[in-house]
């Protein structure tokens, strides 16, 4: 879907995509740090709006802790929780509701506003509407894995943990490409300038390698997929606390790989249900994915323009940040501080990957000025 920078005839619309991108940034924050917490199963329903408030009184919070005593995880966990206890882990879940809503009507009530004033054009109305839904489909999502949780096991899902995360991460990525489509003409009308507009993007076309660009263009978006999954593993392990076993590194408490890897029967249970070989596919995944960055900045430099390289430049040192928090979370056995920096920093490496699939969405893209806006 084509969005040119004329799609927003209002000079708010880029301010409020970045602001939509704070909001769900602080969302993905605030939710790593509920679920290491342990405080995401300390409401037990929901409310859309009578739960924007929190209990106001003593016998408002009693009557909070009295529906929590109903869940497993007080009866197995936490029986004989307090008040003051009980509310360390209440508030934590509120806020985090609360920024979701919050989120919700940051984005809606803009949109709306937008489009009945036809400030945006149509193709850039319909990516706003696509990301609405994404942001409702990830509220959603969040609820049932809350509910998960609620039943016998004091633990939501880890799939439902991981399709809630990754949703999350897509309406970011969403909403990432869609300001770097107004920041950025189409690369393709850049090219058909008139007579006296800046020559550099009037170079022949042949000027371009297109194999070379083909294979680059192929690279870089199976390195994002691979990357999202490896996002996806990451949520497996935070579902099953499997960072809490485990804690040595480079080896598995002295082995490549421990020797309980399919224990479970059938076997395709192994790699979503048990612990071990959860962390195994976690480990062994962020080899892969460090390497084949690390080759894609190598091999990509030189055909990449100098106004371009610092994105590389980005990419490389984030992967060797990346890399090093996940081993430092491993060893530490999963401080808040080092696996909240572990997930914001995933988020940054998938945008920054993500940026890489923009830049050669097509064979015009690698002639972007060096000093165009937004390089």
């Known amino acids: 879907m084509s969005v040119n920078p004329s799609s927003a005839r209002s000079k708010l619309v880029l301010p409020w995509l970045y602001l939509c991108l704070l909001m769900v940034f602080s969302m993905v924050f605030v939710g790593g740090v509920t679920r290491l917490t342990e405080s995401g199963l300390s409401i037990v329903e929901w409310k859309l709006i009578s739960g924007i408030l929190p209990p106001l009184s003593e016998a408002a919070w009693e009557a909070e802790l009295e529906a929590y005593r109903s869940s497993p ?10 008040v003051p206890q009980f509310k360390q882990i209440f508030w934590l879940e509120w806020g985090h509701r609360l920024l979701g809503r919050a989120t919700g009507l940051v984005f809606l009530i803009p949109f709306a506003y937008f489009a009945l004033r036809r400030q945006i054009d149509r193709p850039l109305f319909w990516r706003c509407l696509i990301a609405g839904a994404l942001v409702g489909m990830q509220g959603t999502v969040g ?46 009308s850049r090219m058909a300038q008139p007579e006296g507009s800046d020559q550099m993007f009037q170079q022949p076309q042949a000027a371009i390698d297109m194999t070379k660009n083909s294979k680059k ?3 870089i978006r199976l390195i994002t997929l691979v990357v999202f999954i490896q996002i996806i593993l990451g949520a497996w392990v935070a579902g099953m606390d499997a960072g809490m076993v485990y804690n040595t590194w480079p080896l598995m408490d002295g082995d490549i790989a421990p020797p309980n890897l399919m224990t479970l029967e059938p076997w395709h249970r192994n790699f979503i249900e048990n612990i071990p070989q959860v962390q195994f596919q976690h480990r062994t995944m962020a080899y892969m994915v460090a390497g084949i960055i690390v080759l894609y900045v190598g091999l990509s430099w030189k055909r990449t323009p100098k106004g371009q390289r610092r994105w590389l430049v980005a990419l490389s040192a984030v992967i060797k940040v990346q890399f090093s928090l996940g081993v430092l979370t491993l060893l530490y056995r999963v401080p808040i501080g080092l696996a909240s920096a572990h997930q914001m920093v995933a988020l940054i490496l998938l945008v920054l990957c993500l940026y890489q699939c923009f830049l050669t969405r097509n064979s015009a893209s690698d002639v972007f000025s060096p000093t165009s806006k937004g390089n």
């Open 73 to 82: 995880e007080y009866q197995i966990k936490n029986k004989g929780m307090t």
């Open 143 to 188: 609820w049932f894995m809350v509910q998960s949780g609620l039943v016998d096991d004091p633990r939501v899902s880890p799939v439902k943990l991981s399709m809630h995360l990754s949703l999350a991460f897509i309406v970011f990525c969403y909403v990432c490409w869609t300001v770097w489509l107004l920041r950025h003409p189409a690369p393709s």
């Open 217 to 219: 263009r192929i690279a």
